[in-house]
């Protein structure tokens, strides 16, 4: 099959490695300079361009990795060109641009979620704050890249994360703000393949939030994933897939929306069950890093059956037993990444046995590989056990240096130790 995949990043370019390494033609747009080893980049991620790209290339499939492109109606319009794609379209996306309509969804399918004042004035916000009086959860309702959500130890903190939200930190984004009740637990990355009628889970992940060790300092986009995830076992899968992902499926449905194409969830595993703490129209980042090195089988093929609706007689294959990704972000990431520091021992580190590099912020500058985003690359180790798929990740990523290089060198602590 020929394969478009839409999206720059380090999902994207595991996505596009998956398809490429189960003996597909690989497209980009428009891709990143890692990406290049196994995708011929074709032209932009614009909407226009990337049909024009997938018509005249007579692509088979269109992978729309993002999820703003999915929210902005891209598979809508691929659709009705007649271009199989693969992603729900933006009534489906919907149910991550926007929070309180994930909420609402939730709220009449009956899934556990944190309770959740939507506050649409920053007195209503102000209010919610106060009335739960501890820790709390600030939320902008839209697409914020990673970056809409506060943990708020304090009172203050949350107030100011309203405050700031209110004040356009995120745009419209920020005109409507959820406050959560504080969940305490263990997260847990669930993604189903979902055709419209059958569902497929993957294999499950956990994923790393703040930038700093011990789970500490501001939420990122996730800076290290590792699956399998000990603690979550299939009959806790089976659990969330008729507790979560089949009722909300049908939530969905209700409002007229049949949902194709990967559905995340993001758990807390709580002392009294697991409990939803968001939605996700597309594969996690570093998620994806560190699941589908895992997979056997021919990715191509799972993602063509999910856009066809012919999921049935489909098993997802692992070939090997774990994986854990390490990301590397760039100096002052979140807050203001810096660009233009040269990274140096990629390949170095593309040599070591079971290791795989995805790069996400980077460019070329005179022929350079240097920093142009925040996460700029994840390297995954592979594995017959967590602690070797460990150490492989981190052998490989100690070759990788650059001025300001942040890492995290305790992913997978809560599996590991
Ligand atoms: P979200 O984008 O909604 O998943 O939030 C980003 C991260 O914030 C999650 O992965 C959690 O680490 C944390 N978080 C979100 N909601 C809650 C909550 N209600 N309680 C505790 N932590 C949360
Ligand atoms: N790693 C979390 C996400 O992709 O939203």
Known sequence: MKILVVGSGGREHALAWGCARS??????????????????HVGSADMEEVQEAAQRESVDLVVVGPEAPLADGMVNRLQRVGVRAFG????GAKIESSKSYAKQIMASAGVATARTVVAKSLDAGLQAVRAIAGPCVVKADGLAAGKGVVV??????????????????????????????FLEGEELSLLVLCDGKRILPLPVAQDHKPIGEGDTGANTGGMGAYSPVPSA??????????????????????????YQGVLYAGLMLTGTGPKVLEFNCRFGDPECQAVLP?????????LMRTAEGILSDVAVETRVEAALTVVAAAQDYPEAPRKGDVIEGVA????????????????????RLVTAGGRVLA???????????????????????????QVRYDIGYRALG
């Open 348 to 367: 170095a580190a593309e040599k070591v046995p079971g290791a795989v590099v995805f790069q996400a912020g980077t460019a070329l500058d005179s022929g």
């Open 294 to 302: 895992r997979l056997g089988g021919d990715l191509g093929e799972l």
């Open 152 to 181: 708020a130890e304090e009172q203050r903190q949350a107030e100011e994360a309203v405050r700031a939200c209110f004040a356009g930190r995120y745009g419209e984004s920020g005109a409507v703000v959820l406050v959560e009740e």
């Open 23 to 40: 003996g597909h033609e690989v497209l980009s747009a428009p891709g990143n300079p890692g990406m290049s080893a196994v995708a011929r």
């Open 88 to 91: 729900p379209v933006a009534a």
């Open 233 to 258: 076992n299939d009959q806790l899968v089976e659990e969330v897939l008729d507790s979560v992902i089949e009722p909300v499926l049908w939530g969905l449905q209700r409002d007229g929306v049949v």
């Open 379 to 405: 390297v995954t180790g592979t594995g017959s056990s967590l602690q070797a798929a460990r150490d492989t990740a981190y052998q490989a990523m100690e070759k990788i240096s650059w001025q300001g290089q």
